[in-house]
């Protein structure tokens, strides 16, 4: 068997095995390896690339079978390749020149060469075949699956080989039915304790820290871009450290260049603690002034002045971070030492680039952005936040300016560069999760989210996201508990825009409308409250907020807002056109929004086109949003759920939402 073909095999759930080889393990279950018990961060090519070199050891795989096998659908060049194996050399500890697991034969590949112990050794292909599994959708296997297998019994030749047969298959019957309670008392006792750490009270609530964005004294418009991305920096240095919840770099963005209301903006931003500053460039001098102040009070906890070269800008992030821990006397982990401790060296130009990327990210001017960081990561190719942010704008400018398909795929080459180079790189993990929740990948978001929760547990973007991937994959109740926990941890997740869906797919009206944010000028969030008064019955309002958002910004969601304010208002006809513009649109440009789509097939139902209905609904269904309890209760569907094609639909949602339930909960 070809290495593409055992590779593609492997994914669809086939034989699953775990590798052990020196001080690793390579479980292929629960996608990770681990070493020693703890599992080592590797991005998702990373881990497959690994996997087909351990099930091929022993044998020189050529660059292009290796390159086929990763890269089946796409033309990639040599250096991804190259980039793999070495970081794959660096997780293991492996040298190029004197190899223990990775030897390179020159001009032509890759050869793994390590002793490795496989599971299912010894075992015949007969024997794999009598596995029993649990029926459902292939390539779902999980840690609650329980596998139970027997030797084949050859056919009776005499009655004594009868009687042995008996005594044979009533002893497997009896192993099997013990390993069968076993397992089940296990996975009890597990969901027992997932669901009791899940739902622990949280500990003591961390200092909450606001970073304003530095102003700029002598008010340079070219040297503008440094108070807002130096600020996010040390914002971002910070999210390591769970003693501390430091408030999101969209929550102070709109506090550049003002002066500032010490405790008028604490209470607005809900913090104890503020960090403010001036900074001034005169050529190649850069001079930082900041004060730690507390937010009640106005006491000042801690003040310093930086000086240096404009060259040497890294340093301001790691200088900063480590005066506010020090100031607020804050205590790390061993971990959290490690991994506030100060980046690699950049090149002084390429930082620059990726500072004015960032700070054009945070403007929403994403084609800009894309070029500043592509700038950045041209110059010098190994910082890892460069590669994130970069992603982070091709994401962007895929889902809000329609760049389609080719943007998505960049953004996450982009992603996986960034984890290639800095495995525990939390903001690529978290951009990386949400780019998988979109393009129909929940069950790999859960599991990266899951992840970084292990290191970050007060981390509220990663609660949201995690909210965000279960209420795709139906599991509302337990979206709401992720959701609430990240408004707790900051408020402010709510004031930025974010919009808590599960508790409308719930049915419960009066708090979704309550949980949303004041509107202010967000059509996004104006939309949403026209949805929710539309599912209360309150026609006039609804038809007001619809047309108020679609006014304010003609989007995906808004332009679905004007779709039913268009049947509230009789005019179905209207309402259809606009549908069928978007849907032309997005289907030209390959845009995935599968959450947008529902909504989309929600409109063309009230609106009585049935057939456009199922059509959307379908794809929104194959595209990832499988929230088969929504499904079953929608309102808004009713006009289809009587017809055969509803059901088939139904049963393909319930179907993968059913294996994320065992495989998750």
Known sequence: MSAANQFRQTLQGHDPVTYQFGPFVLDTLQHALLKKGKTVALTPKTYDTLLVLVQNRGRMLPKEELMHALWPDSFVEESNLTQQVSVIRRVLGDSASDPRYIVTVPSRGYRFIAQVKDATEGKSGTELAGSVEPSGVDDVAGPNRTFIQWSPIERPTSLPAARDEQRIGRRVIFIALIVAVLAFAGLTIARYLYQHVRTAPPQATPRSLAILPLRNLKQDANDDFLGFSLADAVITKLGYVSSVTTRPSAAVEKYRDQVIDIQKVAADLNVDTLLIGTFVRDGDDLRITYQLVEGKTDKILGRGTIDLKYNKLLRVQDNVAQRIIDDLELKLSPSETER????????????????????????????????????????????????????????????????????????????????????????????????????????????????????????????????????????????????????EIDPLVKANGSVLNAYLYLGEYDKFLRSLPDPNDSAFVMFYRGFGEYHQNNWEQAADDFDRAFDLDPDL?????????????????????????????????????????????????????????????????????????????????????????????????????????????
């Open 340 to 487: 506030i401790k100060p980046d690699a060296p950049i090149n002084p130009l390429a930082y620059e680039y990726y500072l004015r990327g960032v700070d054009l990210h945070s403007q929403h001017k994403f084609p800009v952005a894309i070029k500043m960081l592509e700038k950045s990561t041209e110059i010098d190719p190994n910082y890892a936040s460069a590669w994130a942010y970069l992603g982070a704008s091709y994401n962007s400018d895929a889902a809000f300016e329609f760049g389609g398909r080719e943007q998505y795929r960049r953004a996450r080459a982009a992603y996986e560069r960034a984890l290639s180079i800095q495995p525990a790189l939390l903001e690529a993990h978290i951009f990386l999760a949400n780019l998988f929740i979109d393009t129909g990948k929940v069950e790999q978001a859960v599991l990266l989210l899951r992840d970084a929760l292990n290191t970050s547990p007060n981390n509220a973007d990663v609660h949201w996201e995690l909210g965000y991937a279960y209420r795709f994959a139906g599991m509302l109740k337990e979206s709401v508990e992720e959701c609430e926990r990240a408004r």
């Open 557 to 665: 969601y808004t332009e679905i807002g004007k779709a039913f304010s268009y049947s509230i208002a009789h005019r179905n006809t209207k309402g259809l056109e606009i549908l069928r513009a978007a849907e032309n649109r997005i289907s030209a440009r390959g845009v995935g929004d599968p959450e947008a789509m529902y909504k989309m097939a929600q409109a063309y139902s009230v609106l009585g086109d049935k057939a456009s209905a199922f059509r959307v609904l379908r794809g929104s269904v194959e595209g990832g949003f499988f929230s088969y309890p929504y499904l079953e209760r929608d309102p808004l569907l009713d006009a289809l759920r009587n017809e055969h094609e509803f059901a088939e639909i139904a049963n393909a949602a319930r179907r993968r939402y059913e294996v994320f339930k065992i495989r998750f909960f």
